[in-house]
């Protein structure tokens, strides 16, 4: 979105040059990068880098406020509340498309947000390797608040393990070797020491929970958690019995799961900002908006972008069964603003926040992005098209 450095990337770019890059990528853990890599990151201007971070640290000054946690108690559905919520969420995710406003100047529209980890691990080797093989102008940065590699990594040791060995923290998640994100992590096990765990390999005696670690039985004294309860919920019957971890346990979570609901579209509706779109709750809505074809509709308890109604009509609203469930929210046009060697690519940036136990408001530490060239974010509306997936953002510091 910088010109200047926009076609000095594109003059310099070669596809010799791309396949080189992608085969140092995936030389470490081969085959684990299980979707599309783009062709080039996103360059962020000053100004526009200023606009995302105001208006997340205006989101966080609602979520740290006393109030956020009787708001939000119903974002947690009844048979999904897990116990001994902590007092923080070590993780959060806000996710920004890049628009154009009438005069053609770019500004940040507030999609989504998640209190749930992303790609931590990954963005610390991504980068890395991006730099060897393409150049980054001075006085940009994908990392933020003056961290640089190793100081990132020190700071996740230190929210991750918190005051535990490597082997007493495990990564939970549903079958970790099949996901389509496994790369991240065997970048989190590379870096922190701590093995991706099934949650069918768990094991509970009493309130205490172990796993297997290379023959050796081991108690898990903290969880980092990657598992999405409804991704859970919808493939459960298959995995046979399993810890239910709503129960009692004794063992921390980083981060809890209540998070993951608290921290998310349903925070939306409460937030009136000039960079987050107007979003209602579908039950609280006085009337249907008679311009429909300005709203999208969102399930409140999904991911990934499943579920989501773009086209809305007022049939698709009046049809919903449980509109406590779902948002009306204001779409925003992304802008095609990254040129290409054919059609412009539209961009989402995630500004990735770590909170530190003890410390009164998490920091934002690096970000990814995601180029598209579809009517949406997501490997399905970018098929057999080219500079489009994942990236990173470098921010004019």
Known sequence: MI???????????????????????NSVHPGAIDFRIAETPVFIDRKLGQEMI?????????????????????AIPADEVVQSQNKISHFIAFDFGICENETGGFFPALIEMQGF??????QAYYPEVLERHFNIPDGFSHYFNGLNKSSYIALLKRV??????????????????????RIDFYCTEHYLGIAPVCITALKKEGRALYYDNNGVKTRVKRIYNRIIADE????????????DLREDLDVEWVPHPNWFYRISKFTLPFLHHPFIPETFF????????????????KPLFSFAGQGVV???????????????HWILQRKVKYASCIQTPNEPAKAEIRLMYVWEEGKARPILATNLARLSKGKMIGVRYNKDKDWVGGSVAYFEQ
């Open 232 to 243: 859970l919920n919808a493939v459960k019957d298959s995995l046979g019995p399993i810890v």
């Open 282 to 297: 579908l039950n609280e809505l006085e009337s249907i908006p008679e311009d429909l074809q300005n709203y999208v509709l």
């Open 117 to 122: 980890p992303t790609l931590f691990g990954m």
């Open 3 to 25: 010109q200047s450095i926009r076609e000095q990337f594109n003059a310099s770019f070669s596809q010799e040059r791309y396949e080189n890059f992608l085969q140092d990528l």
């Open 54 to 74: 105001q208006t997340c640290e205006s989101i966080i000054d609602f979520i740290i406020h006393p109030a956020f946690n009787a708001l939000t108690e119903r």
């Open 310 to 324: 773009i086209d809305v009509t007022k049939e698709d609203i009046e049809a919903i069964q449980q509109p406590e």
């Open 160 to 181: 991750i393990l918190g005051e535990h060995k490597p082997e007493e923290v495990i990564l939970l998640e549903i079958k970790p070797h099949q996901q389509k994100t």
